[in-house]
Structure formats: C-alpha cells, structure tokens
C-alpha cells in the first residue's frame, strides 16, 4: 500500500470514529427527552394554580366561602354575544371547541340529537327565549353567604338555599321541576358537596346543545384556597348518558373590596328570529 493510500485509510478511521461518538452523543441527548406522561387541557392547567393567601375558616372550622367570585376561566356566561359576519362562526364559538377537549358522552342512539340541537337555529337554546341558564349550566355562584346550617348562592336569575344542617333527603324532592334542582348539602373535609335533584328537562348542561332528562342529578363541589374558589359538578343521567359527566374545575378569584355588591342583570329581551341574518349562527 502506498504512503497516499495508507494517509487516505487513516483518514477514513479517523472520520468513522468520530461520527460514531458523534452519534452516541446525539443519542444520549435525544434518550434524556421524556415526553409528558398526559396532555393537559387549557383548563386543566389553569385550574392547577395556588392561592399565596390563607384560607379564612367559619367558626365551626370550615372554610368560609363567603364572597363575591369574579372573573375565571372557563367564562360564566359560555359564547361570546360580539358576532362578526363572514366567519365560520362569528361568536368565538370555534375556540371554546377547540379548548373543550373535556365532553359528555351520551349513548350512541342520542348523539344524533345533540348534533341536531347544536347546530339548529338559535331559538333552540332555551337561554335564547329568556329562559333561565339553571344548574349546571350556570356554573359557580358569583356571590355566597355562608352560615353554619344553610349556604346561600347566587347567580343571574337563581338564589339558592343549600342546607347543610344534616337533613336527610325529602324523596318528594325529586318530583319537582325546577330550573336550578333541590339541592342539599353538606361537607367533606374542606371540600362543600351539593346534591341536587328535581329538575326541568328544558334546560340544558352546557350552550353546544347537552340535553338532559327530568331525572338528572348535579353533584357541585366547591373548594377555596386563599382567594381562589374551585368548583366542579357531575351530571348523572343515566336515561342519556353512558356515564357519569364531571367538568373541567372552574376558578373564580374572590373580589377584594368588602363592599363588593352583584348587580341584577340588565332584563332579558326576546329576541325576534326573524330579524336575524343567519338563524344558525348559535355556537
């Protein structure tokens, strides 16, 4: 073999050896990589924040979940009402799909209603003739008075009383139809549980068309931490459903100023179908 030949072999060696510790450098990078174990929802993450202030407790030692709750994600009040004309759909309603990764499941045979009901004109939503958003629709109170035997809850054209005072339930309490249930309470740990029975079947779970039965049950817990309120419910209607549904957690942040007050909403106007452009544009 000539010197060149010898040279250019060498050469060669030396390329291969570093292009393999090139390689298992580049490997062991790539293998320190750990991919996360499950994909959190924008909601999901939200909902994992702290409170850096402390939790003011009731005499009887739970926490007191009196305030006025403001602001938050998810919204309270579902779509936005600000249309813009020539898009898919003009009232956001495209984000809050896209971020509502969290959905009930109904039973196969019923999915063809929801469909019908979310995409159908907008006087099929109950909240477009003026009609209560009732419970769970509504979502977290924005005002509680709490006593050590009774809570008090308020949300736009709902007060309710939720007793906690160790009573069991009325069975006729089932027989009612209300827009925001029968609820009764009572706790577990810090966490306040409401169950609620006795329900209208005109409203609905959630704006993307979720109907439910008379025999609906709302399962509510709330939770404060600081000035944070945390608040979930689960639906079980089984006529419907093919499981029990909870929510994402929605957080409300308490309003600091002690004379905070919640105003009534402004009246509900009937709206007049014919006078819109395009009846289908609900989200």
Request: hydrophobic fraction near 35%; charge should be neutral; charged fraction near 25%.
């Amino acid at each position: 073999m000539s010197r060149n030949s010898r040279f250019f072999v060498a050469a060669g060696i030396a390329i291969a050896i570093a292009g393999a510790g090139h390689l298992t450098q580049a490997s062991a990078q790539a293998t320190a990589y750990q991919p996360p174990a499950k994909r959190v929802s924008p909601a999901q993450g939200f909902a994992r924040q702290k409170s850096s202030l402390p939790t003011p407790r009731a005499a009887d030692g739970h926490p007191d979940l009196t305030g006025v709750w403001v602001g938050g994600f998810p919204s309270p009040a579902g779509p936005y009402t600000v249309r813009r004309m020539g898009t898919f759909e003009p009232d956001q309603a495209v984000m809050q799909r896209g971020v509502a990764w969290n959905k009930p499941i109904y039973k196969p045979e019923y999915w063809e209603k929801v469909r019908s009901l979310d995409f159908s004109k907008v006087d099929v939503d109950p909240a477009f003739r003026c009609l209560p958003a009732g419970v769970p629709r509504q979502t977290a109170p924005q005002k509680i008075v709490q006593t050590p035997k009774e809570l008090v809850f308020y949300n736009a054209n709902s007060i309710r009383f939720v007793p906690v005072d160790g009573r069991e339930r009325d069975p006729q309490d089932a027989d009612y139809r209300t827009w925001s249930g029968i609820p009764l309470g009572h706790w577990e740990g810090d966490t306040l549980v409401v169950e609620s029975v006795g329900f209208t079947d005109e409203s609905w779970i959630q704006w993307q068309g979720y109907f439910h039965t008379e025999d609906m049950k709302v399962t509510e817990r709330l939770r404060r931490d600081g000035d944070l309120l945390f608040y979930t419910f689960t639906v079980d209607d089984p006529a419907v459903l093919a499981e029990p549904w909870t929510s994402d957690t929605y957080v409300r942040r308490l309003n600091p100023d002690p004379k905070a007050r919640v105003d009534e909403p402004p009246p509900c106007i009937e709206q007049d179908l014919n006078s819109i452009v395009d009846k289908y544009y609900r989200g």
